[in-house]
């Protein structure tokens, strides 16, 4: 079965000649030439292509090299790799423009006159890498819809079916989990999932208000209840009349205001402060705290009757650490949404070093503490990927990064292996293709590196039941 068709750009001045589109013909790329920027924007506007090779045949060429630079800036999520002269390299000519346009928009970059099976291995490993990251960020893009709430590992997916559960039984949740872990998103996917929809949902945080004021923002008070009550006020229960209230960090209420919140959830009605009128309120209860509750009613700090009030339903958000797999899809997600349509950023993902040390850092902010990594290191970097050092984790790495040469290449070979066949379905004429390389030695690479399930690749597993590629073990 044929591969998909690959494209690719070659951006070149209209005096180059050097076979180059020919022989990548031959080799069934499909091939689009320009040689102004015009021309290249009109192609790559109306084609899907990943790749491009610039190339540059002298180090003078100015009014060329401006036209390269508006073109990457107008087009930098193209994987570009770009030839040019011995004495243009940026080892012999750090500070020159094809120096700073390598540095911020290039995939890869090679001498000219270019030798084919270099330029093939690099456009073939440029090309399947652009199309796993856009394959995965067209699925990052699908786990936005829920409310934003994002993850596929095997216990949000739990999570998920224990979510979908409560939106159509109308009583209480308390949402547990750590801090950053989302759970005022679990409290909206409640409220708009279920039958009270059309109505307000209204929060407020039990812990955001002095003692002397959390009962007038709860229950409301009538005007000349208190010294500065110059007119009525409606509490945030009542405001969620025919909707859902949403009760955050429930654990730090003060004791004396339990009471009253107790009351309401077994009467259904409130008193304003300073009034005598019971005003029934009907709306379901969401309370989410970081707060272990069990403890806090064995320490006295929690009514043990309004905690089990509040448990009608329970559900628990997972740490971030738990949850295997995930990390990369939220990083890619949140780099992605930060990016979007931002040309002034010069970063266009990750590299292998800072996708490392994401997956290993133990994230005790969890969710938010990650958003507010990607959105820091994708303001301030000025690298193409983002390393750890943008990340500010890079103590993460320090282990990987004293490890000797070789066996850091054989764990980037690795990973890039195993992404190539994630991609490919395990599909190992896929995946070589993907890789630039021929399915033999990937095969021996396959040997090389053990990704075997314990009989043979899931490719050719006659037992996928045991398969660890097919359970996604790898």
Not at 41 to 47: A, F, P
Request: net charge neutral.
């Amino acid at each position: 079965m044929p591969g998909k068709e690959r494209k690719v750009i070659i951006f070149q001045p209209p005096d180059c000649e050097n076979g180059i589109a020919k022989n990548l013909t031959d080799l069934n790329w499909n091939v689009h030439v320009a040689n102004n920027s015009d021309q290249a924007s009109n192609i790559l506007s109306n084609h899907d292509i990943h790749v491009g090779l610039c190339l540059i045949s002298q180090c003078n060429e100015n009014t060329f090299r401006m036209e390269i630079n508006r073109l990457f800036y107008s087009f930098s999520q193209i994987n570009w790799i770009m030839g040019l002269p011995k004495e243009c390299m940026p080892e012999i000519l750090p500070s020159s423009l094809e120096s700073k346009l390598i540095n911020e928009y290039c995939y890869d970059y090679l001498t000219i006159p270019i030798e084919m099976d270099r330029l093939v291995f690099a456009l073939g490993h440029a090309h399947g890498m652009a199309e796993i990251a856009a394959s995965a960020q067209k699925g990052f893009a699908e786990y936005a819809s829920n409310y934003g709430i994002i993850g596929s590992s095997p216990v949000m997916l739990e999570f998920f079916r224990r979510l979908e559960k409560t939106y159509q039984e109308d009583c209480s949740v308390l949402i547990k989990g750590e801090t950053g872990t989302g759970k005022e998103l679990v409290a909206n996917a409640i409220h708009y999932h279920s039958s009270r929809s059309g109505n307000t949902l209204v929060a407020i945080n039990c812990g955001a208000f002095p003692k002397d004021l959390i009962q007038a923002e709860l229950f409301g008070y009538e005007k000349g209840a208190f010294t500065g009550a110059q007119q009525q006020k409606i509490g945030r229960i009542e405001s969620a009349q025919g909707g859902t209230l949403f009760l955050d960090e429930i654990g730090d209420l003060p004791l004396e205001q339990q009471v009253n919140l107790l009351r309401f959830l077994e009467e259904r009605v409130i008193v304003r402060i300073g009034g005598v009128v019971k005003v029934p309120v009907n709306a379901r209860v969401i309370a989410a705290t970081h707060v272990n509750l069990k403890e806090a009613v064995q320490k006295g700090n929690f009514r043990e009757d309004l905690y089990y009030r509040l448990r009608e339903l329970v559900l628990t958000t997972p740490p971030l650490r738990e949850r295997d797999g995930d990390i990369e899809q939220l990083a890619w997600y949140y780099f992605n949404k930060f990016t979007a349509n931002q040309n002034k950023y010069k970063a266009k993902g990750f590299n292998s070093d800072a996708l490392f040390v994401l997956k290993n850092h133990h994230w005790p902010g969890n969710v938010r503490e990650l958003i507010n990594c990607i959105r820091d290191a994708v303001v301030m970097s000025e690298n193409r990927l983002l390393t750890p050092e943008d990340l500010n984790l890079e103590r993460r790495v320090k282990e990987r990064i004293l490890r000797p040469l070789a066996e850091a290449r054989a764990l980037s070979d690795r990973d890039m292996i195993v992404a190539s066949l994630y991609q490919s379905n395990n599909n190992v004429s896929r995946a070589a293709e993907l890789l630039g390389i021929s399915r033999v030695s990937l095969h021996r690479l396959i040997d090389k590196y053990q990704l075997k399930c314990g009989t043979t690749t899931c490719a050719l597993c006659p037992d996928r039941n045991r398969c660890r590629w097919a359970q996604g073990l790898f």
